[in-house]
């Protein structure tokens, strides 16, 4: 596996030749399952996988935990090349922002619903460094985790309205053994707040058997998962919510195979996310 630490040696170690096939995989490292469940999916369907490492500033906003998101390069390296990624990327801010650096992405219309409401310019960050990242790696796919499905439709739409000839790959949630999606941001959780945290995913899978028994109101959806969550007095929810794919605008109705059922609740200072796809974001 070739480590590269600067936008030139990306360059060179990638091979000049139109139409090889690579495979992207961006992550922010402290590497888990999920990020290697993509690597894995890389590695069937391309020639080269190229997986990044940037934990990315634009992307949080004041007060997150910018200086104390979980690093560990070397653990995430072995990972890594113990799974058969091909290249590397792990360049520090100067490289992805260097001074001045004035030009950024927004997605509207989809950047400020959900997480974007209590994550104001989240987005932004997130479709800049996503937008480099192509242009740099130039892969034929990228690959993405279903537990950030808010990302993965803003990057569809980048890619739609771009014109990009990348195909994006969105693969399943990856969960522990107790139900709790996994994240890199789950060590800040204390025993008590993990307990806690698991009336998360039974409420979403609450959510799933009530759509599949028929049940298509989008309030008595979100009412019941709002019940199961309130049980747990340690979480404090951010938002529950049932959209529609498209645009992820609330619908009254769920539409079968065209619907997210997505929630975040804090858990002390740590903010968990997760959600129930009705449908395919892949594209």
């Known amino acids: 596996m070739k480590t590269c630490r600067t936008v030139a040696s990306l360059r060179q170690a990638l091979p000049a030749a139109a139409g090889a096939g690579i495979g992207l995989v961006p992550t922010m490292g402290a590497l888990h399952e999920g990020h290697l469940s993509l690597v894995r999916g890389s590695r069937r369907e391309n020639d080269i996988t190229v997986v990044s490492i940037f934990v990315n500033p634009a ?42 650096y004035r030009t950024y992405v927004d997605v509207t219309g989809l950047d400020e619903k959900l997480c974007g409401r209590s994550r104001p310019g989240h987005f932004r960050g997130v479709a800049t460094i996503v937008l480099k990242l192509f242009n740099l790696v130039r892969p034929q796919r990228a690959y993405f985790g279903q537990k950030d499905a808010q990302q993965a439709l803003i990057i569809r739409q980048l ?31 204390s025993a008590d707040q993990r307990r806690a945290a698991l009336a998360l995913p039974r409420s979403l899978e609450l959510a799933r058997d009530m759509i599949a028994g028929g049940q298509r109101r989008s309030r008595v959806v979100r009412a019941a998962m709002e019940a199961e969550i309130a049980r747990e007095p340690l979480l404090t929810v951010d938002y529950i919510a049932v959209v529609g794919l498209d645009d992820l ?14 929630a975040a609740v804090r858990a002390g200072q740590t903010r968990l996310i997760d959600n129930y796809l009705s449908g395919d974001l892949s594209c």
């Open 59 to 100: 992307q949080f906003g004041p007060g997150e935990d910018l200086q104390r998101y979980p690093r560990d390069p070397e653990r995430d390296s072995a990972l890594l090349a113990g799974e058969g990624a091909d290249v590397l990327f792990m360049p520090d801010a100067s490289q992805m922002y260097p001074s001045p």
């Open 249 to 262: 605008e609330e619908a009254a109705e769920i539409v079968p195979g065209h619907a997210l059922v997505a």
């Open 159 to 189: 890619l739609r309205d771009l014109d990009l000839s990348v195909q994006l790959r969105v693969l399943p949630i990856v969960r522990d053994a107790d139900g709790l999606a996994l994240s890199s941001r789950n060590i800040y959780l």
